[in-house]
């Protein structure tokens, strides 16, 4: 609960939770484990309503669809995977199954790719759903297509031009750009119709490991292991504001919007804060 920042604990992975993600509704979260599995709770209930098995090492990544019934999930076994979501059961099922403690259902797997020479960090999908992206330890970006139905992953590209590790992908909300965040210290916002990087962004002192288009596609945030969060102009290349609040490398950053200017930051770090 954001307003007082409490939490509900969701038990059911059998091994560190790596990374998680909220539907466009917010009913569903999904989470990814080095346990090798995806789940996906319900989130009024805190019910795990479906598990994904599929991958064979640790899951470090999963997103879901803005606009189709898809989850995408990135793994150390150097796959992509698209999980269908179409079968997930009513609010009052999902109730009965917290109420009863019942297994959840599988998830059924609509394409795996091998993409990537190593291990995935992060995926995101695009708002209309027909694009996706990966980000590897290999340095590199795949872009993937999805097909009409979103039920397959064709690659479309290969953006290249880091010198480290990409630890973060995202789509502009507006635009046909992507940034990614890379052990390199640097941001990069590629064009993902003409396949090229359009703006490089300097500032961390370490490796940028989250990042997030706010403001309608205006603006990024950033954090990093340097334990700063950063504020980029789109226009400029500039930052333009930065936010010293972890002793810690910052690991976690999401951004809340109202629709009428007003976004708030929240930050998660190694150093066991929370910040807002």
Same mark, same amino acid.
């Given at each position: 609960e954001l307003g007082a920042l409490r939490?509900? /604990?969701?038990?059911?992975?059998?091994?560190? *939770?790596?990374?998680?993600?909220?539907?466009a $509704?917010?009913?569903? /979260?999904?989470?990814?484990?080095?346990?090798g599995t995806v789940r996906v709770w319900d989130a009024a209930s805190g019910a795990c309503v479906?598990?994904? *098995?599929?991958?064979?090492?640790a899951v470090g990544a999963v997103a879901f669809g803005s606009r189709s019934p898809v989850l995408l999930s990135g793994s150390k076994d150097k796959t992509a995977k698209l999980w269908d979501l179409r079968q997930l059961p009513p609010p009052?099922?999902?109730?009965?199954?917290a109420d009863a403690d019942a297994t959840p259902a599988s998830l059924p797997l609509l394409a795996s790719e091998l993409g990537h020479a190593k291990e995935i960090n992060a995926v995101a999908l695009a708002p209309n759903d027909r694009l996706c992206a990966s980000g590897s330890q290999d340095k590199s970006i795949k872009l993937w297509a999805l097909g009409e139905r979103a039920s397959e992953l064709a690659v479309a590209g290969t953006l290249s031009g880091h010198k480290r590790a990409v630890w973060a992908v995202a789509f502009s909300p507006v635009d046909k750009v992507l940034a990614?965040?890379?052990? $390199?210290?640097?941001?990069? *916002?590629w064009s993902v119709t003409e396949k090229g990087c359009l703006r490089t962004l300097e500032g961390h002192t370490s490796s940028v490991l989250k990042l997030r288009?706010?403001?309608?596609?205006?603006?990024? *945030?950033?954090?990093?292991?340097d334990g700063l969060v950063k504020l980029w102009s789109l226009r400029t290349s500039e930052c333009v504001s930065t936010l010293d609040g972890h002793e810690d490398k910052v690991w976690a950053l999401d951004a809340v919007e $109202?629709?009428?200017?007003?976004?708030? /930051?929240?930050?998660?770090?190694?150093?066991?804060? /929370?910040?807002?």
């Amino acid at each position: 609960e954001l307003g007082a920042l409490r939490c509900t /604990l969701l038990s059911g992975h059998t091994d560190l *939770v790596l990374a998680v993600d909220a539907s466009a $509704d917010g009913r569903w /979260l999904a989470s990814a484990s080095k346990d090798g599995t995806v789940r996906v709770w319900d989130a009024a209930s805190g019910a795990c309503v479906a598990r994904g *098995v599929g991958h064979v090492a640790a899951v470090g990544a999963v997103a879901f669809g803005s606009r189709s019934p898809v989850l995408l999930s990135g793994s150390k076994d150097k796959t992509a995977k698209l999980w269908d979501l179409r079968q997930l059961p009513p609010p009052a099922a999902a109730d009965a199954a917290a109420d009863a403690d019942a297994t959840p259902a599988s998830l059924p797997l609509l394409a795996s790719e091998l993409g990537h020479a190593k291990e995935i960090n992060a995926v995101a999908l695009a708002p209309n759903d027909r694009l996706c992206a990966s980000g590897s330890q290999d340095k590199s970006i795949k872009l993937w297509a999805l097909g009409e139905r979103a039920s397959e992953l064709a690659v479309a590209g290969t953006l290249s031009g880091h010198k480290r590790a990409v630890w973060a992908v995202a789509f502009s909300p507006v635009d046909k750009v992507l940034a990614s965040a890379s052990g $390199d210290m640097t941001i990069k *916002v590629w064009s993902v119709t003409e396949k090229g990087c359009l703006r490089t962004l300097e500032g961390h002192t370490s490796s940028v490991l989250k990042l997030r288009f706010v403001r309608r596609g205006a603006q990024l *945030v950033s954090s990093g292991s340097d334990g700063l969060v950063k504020l980029w102009s789109l226009r400029t290349s500039e930052c333009v504001s930065t936010l010293d609040g972890h002793e810690d490398k910052v690991w976690a950053l999401d951004a809340v919007e $109202d629709g009428g200017g007003r976004c708030e /930051l929240l930050s998660g770090s190694g150093d066991s804060q /929370l910040v807002r």
